[in-house]
């Protein structure tokens, strides 16, 4: 709580700066960036967020580059520091535009985030085929090593370990969880933090509104705790629905991970407007519903998204936040999983090439009915 506030002092420090300096000629309205703006409205609440793409890191992308920085204070790599990118071959590794994310991250006196140390998915081939366990085990420690200790006292939270639980609550039988035994997630925990005794040590997951999931990681925050292993928070993945879970649901988790004494950050936040005929929910990579491909059952608003929904989604979001704000003391951190609907990735999960409306920004990046929705919430 105390590097929030500080880096929130910063970034409206900053945020005068720019507005001094370099607000003409963006393409977003300048009423928009500089007389409100989601980090200002909610400022003191909990720091707000997007995971940003590369061509964003990167500078190709200034529109997005822009909201970014206009916008937010805190940012998430969507998949810049994954193991594939980042490590592609053993001990080979690619930080160019990890270091970029970093830097934009400085410079704009942001909350960084770090996404993610360890996860099944998006993971190099080379530890696919890693068949002995030391190896495998030796592997894992090099890249915690070597990422932890590059970033040091820049990142500021880690995604330490990312979706290890089934629905069932059982520990997902994951490569880590075979070649390493079920006492891998403390392990690598433990040495996150040898690695950077300051950085804010995340759980991630999705579906946490599912008690059973929940239970699960709850239990493991307590063991955690009482073997004085650090764990700073859960991140509570939000892909969402225009109606699920219920605003009780997500009230839920912030009561029961707060009473665990961990904090709450709603990681991934987007809302798929587009129909969900297999009550599918989370974000399970691996549901594939390729057959649904180019059914326009499936894909209704291939060209615009009619106002009625428009105004769902709008006022989806403006519950979702007034909650927020309510359990603000509990809630670390919101993060919207994308800038503009143009670059989410639901619009090619679980069916590709569908055109979704999730997020507060538009494929032309104008800000949406959503985003004004958000501002409206009362924030005291
Ligand atoms: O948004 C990411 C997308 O670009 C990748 O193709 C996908 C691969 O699995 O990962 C997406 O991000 C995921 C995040 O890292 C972890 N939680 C689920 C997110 C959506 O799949």
Not at 45 to 55: L, P, T, V
Not at 129 to 144: A, P
Not at 225 to 230: D, F, H, L, M, R
Not at 345 to 350: A, G, K, S, T
Request: net charge neutral.
């Amino acid at each position: 709580m105390k590097k929030k506030t500080n880096r929130i002092i910063f970034s409206s420090y900053f945020l005068i700066v720019i507005c001094l300096f370099s607000c003409v000629n963006t393409n977003v309205s300048s009423s928009q960036t500089f007389t409100k703006s989601l980090k200002s409205h909610f400022e003191n609440k909990f720091f707000i967020g997007a995971a940003i793409n590369e061509s964003t890191i990167l500078g190709k992308d200034d529109k997005s580059y822009q909201i970014v920085n206009n916008q937010f204070n805190s940012i998430t790599p969507e998949n810049s520091l994954k193991w594939m990118y980042i490590q592609p071959k053993p001990n080979q590794f690619d930080f160019n535009t990890a270091d970029q994310y970093v830097q934009m991250g400085l410079d704009n006196g942001m909350y960084i985030i770090g996404h993610a140390l360890v996860w099944h998915a998006q993971l190099a081939e080379f530890m696919q085929e890693t068949k002995n366990k030391n190896e495998f085990r030796s592997h894992v420690e090099n890249h915690i090593n070597r990422l932890v200790k590059r970033y040091k006292g820049k990142i500021d939270a880690w995604d330490v370990v990312n979706e290890a639980f089934e629905e069932d609550g059982k520990l997902r039988n994951s490569i880590f969880y075979k070649n390493m035994g079920e006492n891998y997630i403390e392990e690598v925990f433990k040495l996150a933090e040898k690695l950077d005794p300051e950085a804010d040590l995340i759980y991630n997951d999705y579906n946490l509104y599912k008690p059973k999931k929940r239970n699960a990681v709850i239990e493991m925050v307590k063991q955690f705790k009482a073997n004085g292993t650090k764990i700073s928070g859960v991140g509570v993945q939000a892909h969402w629905g225009l109606n699920y879970p219920t605003i009780d649901e997500i009230e839920q988790i912030i009561y029961d991970f707060h009473i665990a004494g961990v904090s709450v950050s709603f990681t991934e936040l987007d809302i798929s407007v587009l129909p969900n005929p297999w009550e599918l929910v989370g974000a399970e990579v691996n549901q594939n519903f390729s057959k649904f491909e180019g059914d326009p059952k499936m894909n209704p608003y291939p060209d615009n998204l009619p106002n009625e929904v428009a105004l769902k989604l709008a006022n989806r979001y403006y519950d979702i936040f007034r909650l927020f704000v309510k359990h603000s003391d509990k809630i670390e951190r919101v993060t919207f999983w994308g800038v503009t609907d143009k670059y989410s990735w639901l619009n090619d999960w679980p069916i590709k090439g569908r055109i979704n409306y999730p997020l507060l920004y538009d494929r032309s990046y104008k800000s949406k009915e959503a985003y004004r929705k958000v501002l409206q919430v009362k924030t005291n």
